[in-house]
Each structure stands twice: as structure tokens, then as C-alpha cells.
């Protein structure tokens, strides 16, 4: 299984970013995705994640609002779409899979203690 995250790059405050996560090895059907990030001296913490049976989604609070999950089943990807971006969104991003079975659950897992599998991370930078 390989999740390969993109799209982070430097960016202004009060801009935006989609970072996509490319799944490969295993479907996007019942398991769950996660965004996570970590910034430099700080632990990981979770983002969003999004359900891949029903669409379920969940986000942070300090992220809610400026951010949207997506996931296409057919190209086997998740997306998160930013807005708004803040200096402390800077962070490493990373994808990860909870591969337990989501159907009808209505939710998704925020504790990354819960994740199967881990993409590389993009860099996100925000700066004034």
C-alpha cells in the first residue's frame, strides 16, 4: 500500500492550497482517510478525514470552515481543499488510511492511533 501526498508549496496568508493523496494497493471503498499534520517541534494532529463509503467528514476545530475534504472512489484519491490559510497552517501534511471497515457510520476516525497506513507528507508553508 503507498499513499503519495501533493500539493503543498509556499504560500501567502489568506491563500489557498489543495493538497491531494494518491492511493495505491487498496480501494477507497469502506475504510476510512485521515489528513494529519505536524508542524516543526509539535506533535502530529489530525486535519480531517472523510469516510470512503458514505462521505462522512469531520474536521478539527482550528480548521473548520477553511477546509474541505473530497474523495473520487473511481481515481482512488482524497483532496483537501484549504482556504483562508493562517502562518499556523505551516506543517508537514500527511494521508493516512485506517483500513477498519466505515459503512453507515456516519463518521470517521480522528485519533491517529486509528491508521493503518501513512503517505510521505507535503510541506505547506504560509508566510506573510
Known amino acids: 500500500v503507498q499513499l503519495q501526498a501533493s500539493g503543498g508549496g509556499v504560500v501567502k496568508t489568506g491563500g489557498s492550497l489543495r493538497l491531494s493523496c494518491s492511493v495505491s494497493g487498496l480501494r477507497l471503498n469502506f475504510n476510512a482517510i485521515g489528513w494529519f499534520r505536524q508542524a516543526p517541534g509539535k506533535e502530529r494532529e489530525w486535519v480531517s478525514c472523510i469516510s470512503a463509503s458514505d462521505g462522512a467528514t469531520d474536521y478539527a476545530h482550528s480548521v473548520k470552515d477553511r477546509v474541505t475534504i473530497s474523495i473520487d472512489n473511481a481515481k482512488n484519491t482524497v483532496d483537501l481543499h484549504m482556504n483562508s490559510l493562517k502562518f499556523e497552517d505551516t506543517a508537514v501534511y500527511y494521508c493516512?488510511?485506517?483500513?477498519?471497515?466505515?459503512?453507515?457510520?456516519?463518521?470517521?476516525?480522528?485519533?491517529?492511533?486509528?491508521?493503518?497506513?501513512w503517505g510521505q507528507g507535503t510541506q505547506v508553508t504560509v508566510s506573510s
Open positions: 493516512a488510511i485506517d483500513n477498519s471497515i466505515y459503512i453507515g457510520t456516519g463518521n470517521c476516525p480522528s485519533s491517529l492511533h486509528r491508521y493503518h497506513y
